[in-house]
């Protein structure tokens, strides 16, 4: 085994020490005071550091529901049309409303995803509190310990702010149930969320001994992705240029984008440059949430051994999407062309199970092939994509499977969990932000400021890395398996709007299936628009589906607050969001 898994397994596997030390709770934040006979053995080094160990163990989730995943696989892309409820209608048919933007606020996978970011919190509040107990800290350890937990309290509140945007915001002086249930939820808890992400970026070291942990750099984009999500433009480029120019990952890696597209997707090069804040995953640690559990329901159907997973078929990309990635001259349609009939690749598959087909020969920015799994194009190191075989209900949900965070072959039981199940649950890290993502959001902010060639250069980093013909997918005979064709921006940029548009397109194609869609969306003010004309054009295709659908502006822009929570709460401390 080599030293990065067995660090992994060590890791994780203490998560299982640390439940003894943080009690995960059945209602909203209701966690008991610790008794005295326990903090005195739990405040000291290695009890607070279990405990944070434990907080870590949050970013995976907590109680088993795949709402609580960090890739947001229903709430941030299928809900951005990166994807669709695949499958058959009636399996986990409680994503369907919520898919259609029909949920409402007694869904019960939303209330499980609340109460698993709140746990998150209460975690690391449990861990601040401990430490101030502590007498074996040194001074270091204060700063260090105190920066991480932070660091993940600041991220539980962002995802809970991103999704519903009234929340409570708790921190440590919040200790009994009587504290955390005065506690309003408000909309205006962004500086709170700041000063958590400033703490930890003055407070963490640069590097860290143990891959897991979170460093500087990481707090330092976070704060900064903050500020983008307010249009705090200036604030966000002074933390932008800095990371860019001098952020490492907390193995002393100068960040950079990892040279083949598909190695940031690939357990075999976990923990590499391009890896910001991320989330650790282990195999066989006696519980598969320490792998990618929140991604068993999404490999392919029905593969066998020809596959990955076997099961089941639940996130199948959009016909939209697949179409966002025709080219022209190398570059992106941006005036909305790719859907019209000349250059929609739907025409090549049909959706009937038994449909004819023929290979798609136009132009394409290579970036669908590590993204979507089409049929005849080889599948990771598996056979090439058969298309209907690997589908389960082709006319409900289309012909297209996932293809990022998906294992190889060769890693079949060494690096996935095969303990449950499943045949394998695959065990790469998963990226919450990555080093695209933050060229991409520093972009943003240079065309907000005006800055529109220097948007470009960020923007042109990241196509250049797409366009290695070394990285392409090829044919078992060396052949490029499909007509890709990309280029950079070779012209200047010299409208903002025009600028603005290629940028916020380059973050669709990029970061596909990855669960930023939707939020993009909605911080950019454009979610209504995009998302009605994206329901319409799905529709034309998969009735049943879609068919009468429509994104409200107003009201689908943020979930509602779980009914459970405001009826523990009660009514006069949680408000519930507008329109439900």
């Known amino acids: 085994m080599n030293n990065k898994s067995h660090y992994k397994k060590v890791f994780l596997a203490l998560v299982a020490c640390a439940m003894f030390m943080v009690s995960c709770q059945d209602e909203f934040l209701q966690v008991n005071p610790t008794g005295s006979l326990a903090n005195a053995q739990l405040a000291t080094k290695a009890g607070v550091e279990g405990s944070l160990i434990g907080a870590y163990s949050a970013l995976n989730g907590v109680f088993g529901n795949r709402f609580e995943g960090p890739n947001h696989w229903i709430t941030g892309s299928i809900c951005g049309g990166d994807a669709n409820k695949g499958t058959d209608p009636g399996d986990y048919s409680a994503i369907n409303p919520i898919q259609r933007y029909e949920t409402d606020p007694t869904s019960g996978d939303l209330n499980a995803f609340w109460r698993a970011r709140f746990e998150g919190i209460?975690?690391?509040?449990?861990?601040?509190?401990?430490?101030?107990?502590?007498?074996?800290?040194?001074?270091?350890?204060?700063?260090?310990?105190?920066?991480?937990?932070?660091?993940?309290?600041?991220?539980?509140?962002?995802?809970?702010?991103?999704?519903?945007?009234?929340?409570?915001?708790?921190?440590?002086?919040?200790?009994?149930?009587?504290?955390?249930?005065?506690?309003?939820?408000?909309?205006?808890?962004?500086?709170?969320?700041?000063?958590?992400?400033?703490?930890?970026?003055?407070?963490?070291?640069?590097?860290?001994?143990?891959?897991?942990?979170?460093?500087?750099?990481?707090?330092?984009?976070?704060?900064?992705?903050?500020?983008?999500?307010?249009?705090?433009?200036?604030?966000?480029?002074?933390?932008?240029?800095?990371?860019?120019?001098?952020?490492?990952?907390?193995?002393?890696?100068?960040?950079?984008?990892?040279?083949?597209?598909?190695?940031?997707?690939?357990?075999?090069?976990?923990?590499?440059?391009e890896a910001v804040f991320d989330v650790e995953s282990a195999m066989n640690s006696g519980n598969v949430q320490n792998a990618n559990a929140f991604d068993d329901l999404n490999y392919p159907y029905n593969t066998g051994s020809d596959g990955p997973g076997n099961c089941c078929g639940f996130f199948q990309p959009s016909f939209e999407l697949a179409n966002s990635f025709r080219t022209d001259g190398g570059l992106p349609l941006l005036d909305g062309s790719y859907n019209d009939a000349a250059n929609e690749l739907v025409h090549d598959y049909g959706v009937e199970a038994d449909a004819d087909f023929t290979p798609d020969a136009g132009p394409l920015d290579p970036r669908i092939d590590h993204s979507i799994g089409r049929r005849s194009i080889p599948y990771l190191d598996w056979i090439p994509h058969p298309g209907k075989a690997w589908i389960r209900n082709q006319p409900y949900a289309g012909p297209y499977s996932p293809k990022k965070y998906i294992y190889y072959k060769r890693q079949e039981n060494t690096l996935t969990d095969g303990s449950s199940w499943t045949r394998g649950y695959a065990t790469m890290n998963y990226t919450?932000?990555?080093?695209?993502?933050?060229?991409?959001?520093?972009?943003?902010?240079?065309?907000?400021?005006?800055?529109?060639?220097?948007?470009?250069?960020?923007?042109?980093?990241?196509?250049?890395?797409?366009?290695?013909?070394?990285?392409?997918?090829?044919?078992?005979?060396?052949?490029?398996?499909?007509?890709?064709?990309?280029?950079?921006?070779?012209?200047?940029?010299?409208?903002?709007?025009?600028?603005?548009?290629?940028?916020?397109?380059?973050?669709?194609?990029?970061?596909?299936?990855?669960?930023?869609?939707?939020?993009?969306?909605?911080?950019?003010?454009?979610?209504?628009?995009?998302?009605?004309?994206?329901?319409?054009?799905?529709?034309?295709?998969?009735?049943?589906?879609?068919?009468?659908?429509?994104?409200?502006?107003?009201?689908?822009?943020?979930?509602?607050?779980?009914?459970?929570?405001?009826?523990?709460?009660?009514?006069?401390?949680?408000?519930?969001?507008?329109?439900?």
């Open 122 to 273: 209460a975690r690391a509040n449990e861990t601040l509190r401990l430490l101030a107990d502590a007498t074996d800290v040194t001074t270091d350890d204060v700063a260090r310990i105190s920066g991480e937990a932070r660091l993940l309290r600041g991220h539980f509140h962002f995802d809970l702010k991103k999704h519903f945007n009234s929340i409570p915001y708790i921190d440590e002086t919040a200790v009994s149930p009587d504290d955390i249930s005065s506690i309003a939820n408000s909309p205006d808890v962004w500086g709170k969320i700041e000063a958590d992400f400033q703490f930890a970026m003055d407070n963490l070291p640069e590097t860290q001994s143990q891959s897991g942990r979170n460093n500087k750099w990481a707090a330092a984009s976070y704060l900064a992705k903050a500020y983008v999500y307010q249009g705090k433009w200036a604030q966000a480029k002074t933390l932008f240029d800095d990371i860019i120019a001098n952020g490492q990952t907390v193995n002393g890696k100068k960040y950079g984008l990892v040279p083949f597209y598909a190695e940031i997707y690939n357990a075999e090069n976990d923990n590499h440059e």
């Open 432 to 580: 919450i932000i990555r080093f695209a993502d933050v060229l991409l959001m520093a972009a943003e902010a240079e065309v907000e400021l005006g800055n529109l060639e220097k948007a470009r250069e960020y923007v042109n980093m990241v196509r250049a890395r797409a366009a290695n013909q070394d990285s392409w997918v090829k044919n078992p005979d060396g052949s490029n398996a499909a007509n890709y064709q990309i280029e950079l921006y070779n012209d200047p940029w010299t409208d903002a709007g025009a600028a603005r548009t290629a940028v916020r397109f380059e973050r669709k194609l990029e970061l596909s299936g990855e669960g930023h869609r939707f939020f993009d969306l909605v911080r950019w003010g454009i979610a209504a628009e995009t998302m009605n004309a994206y329901l319409q054009y799905e529709a034309k295709i998969l009735v049943t589906k879609f068919g009468g659908a429509s994104f409200t502006a107003g009201k689908n822009e943020y979930y509602p607050i779980p009914q459970d929570q405001i009826d523990i709460q009660g009514a006069d401390v949680l408000t519930q969001n507008p329109g439900y």
